[in-house]
């Protein structure tokens, strides 16, 4: 073997589509049980069909990626457990999965710190209990999901932000409801 086939043929070959991926691993297509988990620090995020690893992109973060978010223009990623609770194909992002972001303990804690006040706070909760949008028009910020437009440098307002060929592919298998975990 030439030493050009040598150094070929040690390179990983990269990942297949999502749905090839799932085929090698014996998952069925569309795959069951599915939920997202974004890790900030590794600037990865991962889809599972239950406890099965199908596979990993690589993500684009809010401009200022490390903490959690605290309000609307701090450009953080919020940490936490979400849900998809909008989806839209005619995004300026391609297409974006909308998250349940704020949540009910966001609502508490923007409560407390005087950032909402306590209709914001119940509407907030409310949606929450019935996992529908939350209000994405209060001081704590919204509007955060899972979208295209690249992944090569933390660019967003806090989205996490993939390739458009990879948010094709998330989009195929995440409906409403869709359980994403946001680690810091």
């Known amino acids: 073997m030439a030493a050009s086939e040598t150094e070929a043929a040690a390179e990983p070959k990269p990942p297949g589509t999502l749905e090839e991926e799932a085929a090698k691993k014996g998952v ?12 900030k620090s590794d600037r990865r995020l991962w889809v599972y069909s239950g406890e099965i ?9 809010g401009g200022t990626p490390e903490g959690d978010k605290v309000r ?7 940490v936490g457990r979400f849900t998809v609770v909008t989806r839209n ?19 508490e804690r923007g409560l407390k710190e005087g950032l909402i006040n306590t209709a914001e ?11 529908a949008k939350p209000p994405w028009n209060t001081t704590l910020g919204g509007a955060i999901g899972i979208h295209g437009n690249g992944s090569g440098w933390d ?27 946001i680690r810091g």
């Open 72 to 78: 609307q223009g701090d450009q953080r990623t919020p």
């Open 53 to 61: 690893d199908l596979k990993v992109y690589r993500v684009g973060l």
């Open 155 to 181: 660019w967003t307002l806090g989205c996490v932000a993939v390739e458009d060929h990879e948010i094709e592919e998330i989009w195929a298998i995440a409906p409403h409801g869709t359980p994403v975990e």
């Open 28 to 39: 069925a297509w569309p795959p069951p049980e599915v939920h997202l988990l974004v890790d």
């Open 121 to 131: 706070a119940a509407a907030i909760q409310a949606a929450a209990g019935t996992g």
């Open 89 to 107: 194909d005619r995004s300026h992002y391609h297409l974006f999965l909308g998250l349940s972001y704020p949540d009910a303990e966001d609502a």
